[in-house]
């Protein structure tokens, strides 16, 4: 199916743990972004591509590792989970620099 | 201070009411404002886009975006419960890095039949 696809869409992992939440879009979209969204904050950016290998921080980056070897694929690693993590996590598309971001379903994240 | 400012309600209106969404901003920078709105358990969708100062009008939603008092606002129309959701405002501009999309907290909205 076309579209952007998160996964997975629920997890729940222990403090101290890595865990990859992953990001997949089938429109060659050039930019990608990862946003974490909890009560009273909203969205925030955690990091965003511009293109393949090209990653850069958002608003709340420290704990998080990014990748994007392929256009598509745009995965979000916790090295090191903390409960400070538990959160909702988003992944969206964008074809250009400006325009409509695309939003997956969310990846909801518990660290005990 | 957070860059937008948008207060999180929640905001219960009865069905058939106008609606009015707000939120104000820091960086004068910002050239393009959005609504998204978000069910619950889902990701944001699209719902207006602006670019600059002016009114927007698509159905019964309506966008105001007023770049001089760095305040936007979304009116909805002959609310309905299936517009119950929450609503975020967003924006973006040429030196927010890549045009990095900035969000607000989001507005909760119930509209009861």
């Known amino acids: 199916d076309a579209g952007i696809t998160q996964s997975p869409r629920y997890k729940i992992t222990e403090t101290g743990r890595q865990v990859t939440l992953m990001c997949h879009q089938t429109?060659?979209?050039?930019?990608m972004f990862w946003y974490r969204q909890d009560l009273g904050h909203g969205l925030r950016l955690i990091y965003y591509?511009?293109?393949?290998?090209?990653?850069d921080k958002g608003e709340v980056p420290d704990g998080y590792v990014v990748s994007r070897s392929k256009t598509e694929n745009f995965p979000l690693t916790l090295e090191s989970a903390t409960r400070s993590q538990t959160s909702v996590y988003f992944c969206?598309?964008?074809?250009?620099?400006?325009?409509?971001?695309?939003f997956g379903e969310g990846s909801r994240l518990t660290v005990l | 201070q957070k860059e937008v400012e948008q207060d999180p309600g929640p905001l219960s209106v009865p069905e058939g009411a106008i609606v009015s969404l707000n939120c104000t901003y820091s960086?004068?920078?910002?050239?393009?404002f959005m609504w998204y709105r978000q069910y619950s358990r889902k990701g944001p969708e699209l719902l207006m886009y602006?670019?600059?100062?002016g009114n927007k009008e698509d159905g019964r939603f309506t966008a105001q975006v007023d770049k001089s008092s760095k305040y936007i606002s979304l009116f909805i129309r002959d609310s309905q419960p299936s517009d119950s959701a929450t609503y975020l405002c967003?924006?973006?501009?040429?030196?927010?890095?890549?045009?990095?999309?900035?969000f607000g907290a989001g507005t909760r909205l119930f509209v009861k039949a």
């Open positions: 969206a598309s964008r074809a250009g620099v400006t325009g409509e971001l695309f």
């Open positions: 429109w060659s979209h050039s930019y």
């Open positions: 591509s511009a293109a393949a290998d090209i990653t």
């Open positions: 960086n004068s920078a910002f050239q393009y």
């Open positions: 602006t670019y600059s100062s």
């Open positions: 967003a924006m973006s501009g040429a030196n927010t890095g890549g045009f990095k999309t900035i």
